[in-house]
T-cell receptor, first 110, second 111 residues
Framework: AQRVTQPEKLLSVFKGAPVELKCNYSYSGSPELFWYVQYSRQRLQLLLRHISRESIKGFTADLNKGETSFHLKKPFAQEEDSAMYYCALLASGGSYIPTFGRGTSLIVHP | SQTIHQWPATLVQPVGSPLSLECTVEGTSNPNLYWYRQAAGRGLQLLFYSVGIGQISSEVPQNLSASRPQDRQFILSSKKLLLSDSGFYLC??????????FGPGTRLTVT
């Protein structure tokens, strides 16, 4: 069975500081990995997925199969990045049941 | 892209009363549909999912049930609410191997 671990419930940084939200997974195959974000009073939405290799709102995430990690990074945090972030995994082969981490609340102070 | 509608947005119900939360999807056909409960610090708990009309799978045995009467309609129900059913319920839509789209959620308070 797959598992997604986000070790930090809360991450607090100051504006302009680098931020890294950790995500580790347990899965024997090749996973599809996602980061979802939920801003205050908004619906949960996709931020990025590893296969697209995009930078969204300055965030990037690299899949490290050796360390089974998919950490979300941004070099300079902004106040508007304050939100709840969830890492999620889909098993390979067209799975449709995602496994979500417990989420990390990011607070960016002015 | 897909748009997920949920209603009501908030609901306060007494213990023992019935429940019906509705979710509809626009912008796609034959989606996989999901009901989650979101709790602070506990992430998203998958309650039910459906891969087609009338096909419901339950992930967590509990006081709730789900139905899918139409391709893009998903309903979460209960015959008799418990205090422990209070929470924030999310409906989501997805396609095999791809990301999910979420509704705005329903805040249920059982008193």
């Amino acid at each position: 069975a797959q598992r997604v671990t986000q070790p930090e419930k809360l991450l607090s940084v100051f504006k302009g500081a680098p931020v890294e939200l950790k995500c580790n997974y347990s899965y024997s195959g090749s996973p599809e990995l996602f980061w979802y974000v939920q801003y205050s009073r908004q619906r949960l939405q996709l931020l990025l997925r590893h296969i697209s290799r995009e930078s969204i709102k300055g965030f990037t995430a690299d899949l490290n199969k050796g360390e089974t990690s998919f950490h979300l990074k941004k070099p300079f945090a902004q106040e508007e990045d304050s939100a709840m972030y969830y890492c999620a995994l889909l098993a390979s082969g067209g799975s449709y049941i995602p496994t979500f981490g417990r989420g990390t609340s990011l607070i960016v102070h002015p | 892209s897909q748009t997920i509608h949920q209603w009501p947005a908030t609901l306060v119900q007494p213990v023992g009363s019935p429940l019906s939360l509705e979710c509809t999807v626009e912008g796609t056909s034959n989606p996989n549909l999901y009901w989650y409960r979101q709790a602070a610090g506990r992430g998203l708990q998958l309650l039910f999912y459906s891969v087609g009309i009338g096909q419901i799978s339950s992930e967590v045995p509990q006081n709730l049930s789900a139905s899918r009467p139409q391709d893009r309609q998903f309903i979460l129900s209960s015959k008799k609410l418990l205090l422990s059913d209070s929470g924030f319920y999310l409906c989501a839509s997805g396609t095999d191997g791809y990301e999910q789209y979420f509704g705005p959620g329903t805040r249920l308070t059982v008193t």
